[in-house]
C-alpha cells in the first residue's frame, strides 16, 4: 500500500528554546538550595533534575527547515507526517527527523544505443527536470529515489525511441528529429508514469543528444543529402514547369507570336534546361526568320 504524505503537528521552535534555557537556567538555583536542605535534600534534587531533563528534551525537539525543504518525522518506525514550514520549528524529540529538498533537481541521463522503430540504431540521450512532490512516498514506497529516477527515466527514453522513427518521411508522422517539442511533451509523460510511486513530478524533459550510431552515421548521412537533392529538384521542376506554363500562357493572350506544337515543345525544352540546369546556359541567337 503506497504512503500517502500527510503534515506532522509541530510548533515555533523559538518558544521551546527560550523555555528549555530557561529550565536549565533555572536548576542552577535549585541545585544551590541543596547545601541550605541537607537533612532533606531530595526535593531539590529531584527538582533540579526535572528541570535539566525537561530543558534537555525542550532544545532536542528543535530543528532548523530551510526554504524548499522538509523533514520527514517517524516515531519508533512509525510514519508521522511531514513538516515543511520554513524556520525553526518544534516536533517531538523522540521522533527521527530525516531531510528532503523540495526543490528543482535535474540531471543528463547517459547516451544510449537503441534500434528506432525502423531498426535504425541511434544514440539518444535527455535532460530530465524533476522535483519531489510525495515526501512520504519518497522516502518509504522505494529504495534511494534519486536513482531510482535516473533509471525509470533511462527506461523510458528508451521506449520512446523505439517506437518513433529518427526521421520522418512526412510531416504527419512524429519522428525524434523533426516534431522536438512532441517528442519531448511525450517523454516528459512516459518518465511520469514510471516514477509516480516515487512521489516525484517531473517538470521537463528535452532530447540533449540524438545522432545515428557511428556505424550507420556515413550511410544516413548520404541518404538525407540524397533526399534533400531530391526534394530540392522537385520543387525547382514544379517552379519550372508553372513559369513555362505561364509563360506559354501569356505569348498566347498577348498575340505576340503564334506556335505550332512542334515549335511549343522546342521552346518548353529549352525553358525547361535553363531554369532546370545547373550551370549557366548559353544563349544562342537566331538572327534570321522564325522558321
Given at each position: 500500500?503506497?504512503?500517502?504524505?500527510?503534515?506532522?503537528?509541530?510548533?515555533?521552535?523559538?518558544?521551546?528554546?527560550?523555555?528549555?534555557?530557561?529550565?536549565?537556567?533555572?536548576?542552577?538555583?535549585?541545585?544551590?538550595?541543596?547545601?541550605?536542605?541537607?537533612?532533606?535534600?531530595?526535593?531539590?534534587?529531584?527538582?533540579?533534575?526535572?528541570?535539566?531533563?525537561?530543558?534537555?528534551?525542550?532544545?532536542?525537539?528543535?530543528?532548523v527547515i530551510g526554504p524548499n525543504?522538509?523533514?520527514?518525522?517517524?516515531?519508533?518506525?512509525?510514519?508521522?507526517?511531514?513538516?515543511?514550514?520554513?524556520?525553526?520549528?518544534?516536533?517531538?524529540?523522540?521522533?527521527?527527523?530525516?531531510?528532503?529538498?523540495?526543490?528543482?533537481?535535474?540531471?543528463?541521463?547517459?547516451?544510449?544505443?537503441?534500434?528506432d522503430v525502423e531498426g535504425n540504431?541511434?544514440e539518444i540521450g535527455a535532460v530530465?527536470?524533476?522535483?519531489?512532490?510525495?515526501?512520504?512516498?519518497?522516502?518509504?514506497?522505494?529504495?534511494?529515489?534519486?536513482?531510482?529516477?535516473?533509471?525509470?527515466?533511462?527506461?523510458?527514453?528508451?521506449?520512446?525511441?523505439?517506437?518513433?522513427?529518427?526521421?520522418?518521411?512526412?510531416?504527419?508522422?512524429?519522428?525524434?528529429?523533426?516534431?522536438?517539442?512532441?517528442?519531448?511533451?511525450?517523454?516528459?509523460?512516459?518518465?511520469?508514469?514510471?516514477?509516480?510511486?516515487?512521489?516525484?513530478?517531473?517538470?521537463?524533459?528535452?532530447?540533449?543528444?540524438?545522432?545515428?550510431?557511428?556505424?550507420?552515421?556515413?550511410?544516413?548521412?548520404?541518404?538525407?543529402?540524397?533526399?534533400?537533392?531530391?526534394?530540392?529538384?522537385?520543387?525547382?521542376?514544379?517552379?519550372?514547369?508553372?513559369?513555362?506554363?505561364?509563360?506559354?500562357?501569356?505569348?498566347?493572350?498577348?498575340?505576340?507570336?503564334?506556335?505550332?506544337?512542334?515549335?511549343?515543345?522546342?521552346?518548353?525544352?529549352?525553358?525547361?534546361?535553363?531554369?532546370?540546369?545547373?550551370?549557366?546556359?548559353?544563349?544562342?541567337?537566331?538572327?534570321?526568320?522564325?522558321?
Amino acid at each position: 500500500m503506497a504512503m500517502k504524505e500527510r503534515l506532522a503537528i509541530s510548533s515555533s521552535g523559538w518558544l521551546a528554546i527560550i523555555v528549555g534555557l530557561g529550565l536549565l537556567a533555572g536548576s542552577i538555583p535549585v541545585f544551590a538550595q541543596i547545601a541550605h536542605h541537607q537533612l532533606d535534600p531530595g526535593p531539590y534534587i529531584g527538582g533540579g533534575l526535572g528541570m535539566i531533563v525537561i530543558g534537555i528534551l525542550s532544545l532536542a525537539g528543535c530543528f532548523v527547515i530551510g526554504p524548499n525543504e522538509a523533514r520527514v518525522l517517524t516515531f519508533f518506525g512509525r510514519y508521522t507526517g511531514t513538516v515543511k514550514d520554513a524556520g525553526l520549528r518544534w516536533a517531538n524529540p523522540f521522533t527521527m527527523k530525516r531531510s528532503i529538498s523540495l526543490r528543482a533537481r535535474n540531471f543528463e541521463t547517459a547516451k544510449i544505443k537503441v534500434n528506432d522503430v525502423e531498426g535504425n540504431p541511434i544514440e539518444i540521450g535527455a535532460v530530465i527536470v524533476w522535483k519531489v512532490v510525495d515526501t512520504a512516498m519518497a522516502m518509504f514506497d522505494v529504495e534511494a529515489f534519486e536513482r531510482f529516477v535516473q533509471i525509470q527515466a533511462e527506461t523510458a527514453m528508451r521506449n520512446l525511441a523505439m517506437h518513433h522513427p529518427y526521421d520522418g518521411h512526412d510531416e504527419s508522422m512524429v519522428s525524434l528529429r523533426g516534431q522536438s517539442e512532441v517528442v519531448a511533451e511525450l517523454l516528459r509523460k512516459e518518465v511520469n508514469d514510471k516514477i509516480k510511486t516515487a512521489g516525484v513530478e517531473v517538470i521537463d524533459a528535452r532530447i540533449a543528444h540524438l545522432a545515428y550510431a557511428p556505424e550507420i552515421a556515413q550511410a544516413m548521412l548520404q541518404r538525407q543529402q540524397a533526399g534533400a537533392i531530391i526534394a530540392a529538384r522537385t520543387r525547382i521542376v514544379e517552379g519550372a514547369v508553372s513559369m513555362v506554363e505561364m509563360a506559354l500562357d501569356q505569348l498566347s493572350k498577348r498575340g505576340i507570336v503564334e506556335l505550332d506544337a512542334e515549335r511549343k515543345a522546342a521552346m518548353v525544352s529549352n525553358l525547361l534546361v535553363v531554369l532546370c540546369g545547373e550551370r549557366a546556359t548559353q544563349p544562342v541567337v537566331n538572327a534570321g526568320t522564325l522558321y
